[in-house]
């Protein structure tokens, strides 16, 4: 019995081999699609807005069957978050102590696909793409109208991600 499920095994393990490259020589698979896209969100304090943007693209990631992989950095990590937008982000479910605060480093700037700053990153870290978020108002002051423009956004950086995948 061992040795038939061995052999059953192997000609099965084969076959999957030949179908999986005959499909990528026709172009039936992408090789692009076996990556996940690495996002990371960078303010200067790491708690809101940074935090909050991380929260909400996995949500919608989620949402919309994406695989990404998104982190947070703070460049100077403080908890920024004043209690009514505790409130809010509370009724909103976003928990943006979920990761801890994570001071922003080189190597993390270097390792993500794309980086989305909301303040001027310190000149030592230099990632390969950069997207500028500075304009989204501030979450502890406006939060509906930062809110709107950040589910905007985001929306739109899953759209790009959809479509570079293709």
Same mark, same amino acid.
């Given at each position: ?8 095994? #192997?000609?099965? #393990? ?17 090789? @692009? ?5 690495? /996002? ?9 807005? &940074?935090?909050? +943007? ?32 505790? +409130? ?12 801890? !605060? ?16 909301? $303040? @001027?990153? =310190?000149?030592?870290?230099? =990632?390969?793409?950069?997207? $500028?978020? &500075? ?6 002051? &406006?939060? =509906?109208?930062?809110?709107? $423009? !950040? ?5 739109? !950086?899953?759209?790009?991600? /959809? @479509?570079? @995948?293709?």
């Amino acid at each position: 019995m061992g040795k038939l499920f061995s052999d059953r095994h #192997r000609i099965n #393990r084969r076959a999957t081999i030949i179908g999986t490259a005959a499909l990528l020589t026709t172009g039936c698979i992408s090789t @692009k699609s076996a990556s996940t896209p690495r /996002v990371l969100f960078v303010c200067q304090y790491g708690s809101v807005k &940074s935090a909050i +943007a991380r929260e909400l693209f996995r949500r919608r990631a989620s949402e919309r069957g994406i695989q990404v992989n998104a982190a947070s950095r703070g460049i100077t990590p403080q908890a920024h978050v004043s209690p009514a937008l505790r +409130a809010l982000l509370n009724a909103d479910a976003i928990d943006t102590e979920r990761d801890g !605060l994570n001071t922003l480093s080189a190597t993390d700037a270097k390792a993500a696909d794309i980086v989305i700053v909301f $303040d @001027k990153l =310190p000149a030592e870290i230099a =990632p390969n793409r950069v997207i $500028d978020w &500075s304009a989204v108002p501030s979450m502890n002051n &406006s939060y =509906p109208q930062a809110r709107a $423009d !950040l589910d905007r956004r985001i929306d739109a !950086l899953l759209d790009m991600l /959809v @479509k570079e @995948k293709e």
